[in-house]
């Protein structure tokens, strides 16, 4: 299951529209929708779509399929390289950004599905 944050844009996976996560209690997510109510949505109905910022977490992160780059170092112009906290730092942040990215679609095949169902049974 995806995890949510405060802040985070969402949208509904079975009704129309979205807002702005305000708050996460009791396994619920409250959710202001744009008429500026809370709304409480179990963590599957909703899908992480960006943060306030309005920057996706998953899709616009500039920094996705860059290499470390060594950059010069300040006292003898040599080249240095990320050290390994910082390598693995960013393999965990990259290991969190995939299993969300599972989630979601998870979510939408399971939404897809339901879909498919409600289709079928009324042809």
């Known amino acids: 299951m995806a995890q949510f944050e405060v802040g985070d844009k969402v949208k509904f996976l079975n009704a129309v529209g979205g807002g702005i ?3 996460i209690q009791g396994g619920m997510v409250y959710v202001e929708d744009e008429t500026g109510f809370d709304m409480p949505f179990a963590p599957s109905q909703l899908i992480r779509m960006a943060d306030q910022e309005g920057k996706a977490k998953a899709f616009n992160d500039d920094t996705i399929g860059r290499r470390p780059a060594p950059v010069p ?3 003898d112009g040599r080249l240095s390289f990320p ?3 910082e390598l693995e730092d960013e393999v965990r942040r990259l290991k969190n950004q995939n299993a969300n990215l599972q989630d979601q679609v998870k979510q939408l095949k399971a939404q897809v ?3 498919q169902r409600t289709i079928a ?3």
């Open 121 to 123: 049974r009324i042809s």
């Open 113 to 115: 599905l339901s879909l």
């Open 73 to 75: 170092n300040d006292d």
């Open 21 to 23: 996560v305000k708050k």
């Open 83 to 85: 050290t390994i906290d």
